[in-house]
Structures are given as C-alpha cells and as structure tokens.
Nanobody, 116 residues
Framework: QVQLVESGGGLVQPGGSLRLSCAASGSRISIIAMGWYGQAPGKQRELVATITSGGGTNYADSVKGRFTISRDNAKNGVYLQMNSLKPDDTAVYYC??????????WGQGTQVTVSS
C-alpha cells in the first residue's frame, strides 16, 4: 500500500507561480513513474506531466515551457513547478504513482486557482 500526501496548492494571480509537492510512503515501494494530473470543473482528469525513475518526462502540450516536473527518488517525492499560470490552469491537481508491481495510486488532490 502506498500513501500520497500532496501540498502546495492555492490561489494565485495570472502570471504567478506555484510549486506542488507530493511525498509517497509505504513499505517496499518500487516506483517506476510519478506524475500530476489535473481535473478542471466539469471536465475529465487529464495528464499534466509525468516522470520516470530514470528521469524521462512527458508534458501536456498546454503546459510545455511553463511547468517543470522533477522527482527525488531517495525521498519518493515528485514536484511540479508551475510558472506563468493562466486561468485555464485552474483545477484540482492529483499526484499519481505507478509501481513495478503494476499498481497505481492517487493523492487526495490539491486545488490550484488562478484568478485576479
């Protein structure tokens, strides 16, 4: 079993920045990929960014050049630096983990609101 704890959401003005953090805990974790997904009001949850244990990254087209995903393998942590935020980035952001055993886990979500 893996527990995910997220932090870093909040209210920010357009053009501002936020940094989301997620820490995974549990016994004998073998994580192969971590990532962030966003769910805007009335929409489906969508991929924002993912990163593998080897450091390979993948981003949604809408965030390329503005968001940066990183991870700390020693701490089982994943981070999302969000710059040049736009109102369209408003969503609940969920941390996601995929393990070598084929299991996936979700965090509880953290609200990001971009508004003036």
């Amino acid at each position: 079993q893996v527990q995910l704890v997220e932090s870093g959401g909040g209210l920010v003005q357009p053009g501002g920045s936020l940094r989301l953090s997620c820490a995974a805990s549990g016994s004998r974790i073998s994580i192969i990929a971590m990532g962030w997904y966003g769910q805007a009001p009335g929409k489906q949850r969508e991929l924002v960014a993912t990163i593998t244990s080897g450091g390979g990254t993948n981003y949604a087209d809408s965030v390329k050049g503005r968001f940066t995903i990183s991870r700390d393998n020693a701490k089982n942590g994943v981070y999302l630096q969000m710059n040049s935020l736009k109102p369209d980035d408003t969503a609940v952001y969920y941390c996601h983990v995929a393990t070598a055993g084929g299991f996936t886990y979700w965090g509880q979500g953290t609200q990001v609101t971009v508004s003036s």
